[in-house]
């Protein structure tokens, strides 16, 4: 009965193009399967053609929030479970160009002689969501086959590893839509919905964000977002500006979600995305009340929770992002757009100089870096790429006052208005008034 389940839940995924992201700098190996035996190439040979043994695990299941806690669940398991002989590799089975196909999971290399890798996916297994291959070779060829940990696979039919062509988009950034960027307020509060039996705090973060929803902002003073890295200095400056500008200070995300944002944080993207882009939706009813008094600087606003969310969810190298112009780098609809938006940035030296003096342990925190690195470029980049309101990119590496007055240079020209905190002491005024013009 298991078995045929299995069997019916993996038929569904043979039909689909597989990637292993096999090696990080490269494009993913492609391949799909077929009933005729068939030659590998040089590329897939690497894989495929040693004598470890390889699985490829897929998580699939009707309920988003289950196949998102499960993939998870898997991901830590395999990291702490399998030993040090076995490569584990993202992978995931999808239908080119088609949003939301994408089945996710993981292949394994096991290089080791003994069956701990087995018992591990013995016990993986058991979960109605995962469905495991194994993949043999002979001679030249190599097929895949429903792995079961009893060998009762006389039903399985021999499905042969035929390498494919390089699909155009990444197959990470399928799913992206709903699952990591939410386009409107309500897709972000349905999956908190959905959540409220597994995370209480789900109701408490809802019943905020009923309490505060968006009001209109009409012509009002001018809202300033400043984005960036960690430690480029968006701290120093919003501060700053606030004196500055007489300025109100807000952030997303809000104040009031601060006692929950560690609990989501430790939450599969799913959730955490839903979490963060409700948070902008708060900062925005903020927004939209305190632009009516005074100009409002935000501290990360919907930047930085569309580029981290992209770079987190597309796997691999820059190169896999969504390439420039996609829907998926376009603001909200529904979500209030500021004024101006600058994105902060500095070397990763001058970034790493100025964690070290934050405090954080040289060690640890330069080792992150490094692996990091990939992530970083990819976080940049995708800043870079989003639309209306696209960012304006500003040198932080000067010192904190010169990077003030080149921001408060870059305000006077984009919003007209008069900056007076670096001015000669005598010319000061508090000249920052409402803009008669819509916004
Ligand atoms: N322009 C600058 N030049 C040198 N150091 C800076 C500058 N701006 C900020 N710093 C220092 O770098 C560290 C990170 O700055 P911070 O404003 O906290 O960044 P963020 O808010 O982006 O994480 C702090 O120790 C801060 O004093
Ligand atoms: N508006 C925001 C702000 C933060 N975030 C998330 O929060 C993380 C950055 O938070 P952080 O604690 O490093 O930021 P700082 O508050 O230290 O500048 C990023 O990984 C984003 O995933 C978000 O998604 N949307």
Redesign the pocket.
């Known amino acids: 009965m298991m078995l045929k389940r299995a069997m019916f839940r993996c038929g569904q995924l043979c039909s689909r193009v597989f990637a292993v992201e096999f090696d990080l700098r490269t494009e993913p190996l492609y391949f799909t399967l077929s009933s005729t035996p068939q030659e590998l190439h040089q590329a897939h040979q690497q894989l495929f053609g040693g004598d470890e043994k390889l699985f490829s695990l897929h998580v699939h299941s009707d309920s988003r929030t289950e196949k998102a806690r499960t993939h998870a669940e898997i991901k830590h398991k395999l990291s702490v479970a399998l030993s040090r002989d076995c490569d584990v590799f993202e992978a995931s089975a999808f239908i080119p160009d088609v949003k939301n196909s994408v089945v996710k999971g993981f292949f394994i290399r096991d290089k080791s002689t003994t069956s701990l890798s087995e018992d591990v996916l013995k016990t993986l297994q058991q979960s109605k969501s995962v469905c495991v291959f194994s993949y043999k070779r002979e001679g030249q060829y190599c097929w895949q086959e429903l792995w079961s940990p009893v060998n009762q696979v006389e039903e399985s039919v021999r499905q042969y590893v035929t390498p494919a062509a390089a699909a155009e988009r990444h197959p990470s950034t399928l799913n992206i839509t709903s699952s990591d960027v939410y386009y409107c307020m309500n897709d972000a509060y349905e999956v908190l919905r959905e959540c409220t039996d597994i995370i209480p705090e789900s109701k408490e973060v809802l019943k905020l964000v009923n309490e505060q929803l968006e009001t209109s902002r009409g012509d009002a003073f001018p809202v300033i977002v400043i984005e960036g890295l ?1 430690a480029t200095g ?2 120093t400056l919003t501060e700053a500006l606030r004196e500055s500008l007489n300025a109100t200070l807000l952030k ?2 809000p104040q009031c979600l601060a006692p929950f944002r560690q609990r989501f944080d430790s939450e599969p993207p799913l959730i955490r ?1 839903a979490f ?1 882009a409700l ?2 939706y708060i900062t925005a009813a903020h927004i939209g009340k305190e632009s009516l008094r005074a100009p409002v600087i935000v ?4 930047h ?2 569309a580029a ?2 992209i770079a987190t969810a597309v796997g691999g190298r820059v190169e896999n992002l969504p390439k420039p112009g996609s829907e998926l780098y376009q603001w909200p609809e529904d979500l209030l757009q500021p004024n101006l938006v600058l994105l902060l940035t500095v070397s990763p030296e001058e970034r790493l100089r100025r964690l070290r003096d934050r405090g954080q342990d040289k060690t640890v925190e330069e080792a992150e870096l490094e692996i990091n690195q990939l992530f970083r470029l990819k976080v940049e980049e995708a800043y870079k790429r989003i639309q209306n309101p696209a960012c304006i990119i500003v040198d932080a590496s000067p010192s904190p006052r010169e990077v003030l007055q080149q921001v408060e240079h870059l305000i006077r020209n984009k919003c007209h208005l008069k900056t007076t905190s670096s001015l000669p002491d005598e010319t000061r005024s508090h000249a920052i008034s409402p803009h008669t013009t819509r916004w």
Do not use: Q, V
Request: glycine share 6%; net charge positive.
């Open positions: 960690d968006k701290t997303s995300p995305r963060y948070g902008n501290d990360r606003y919907w930085s929770t981290y969310a």
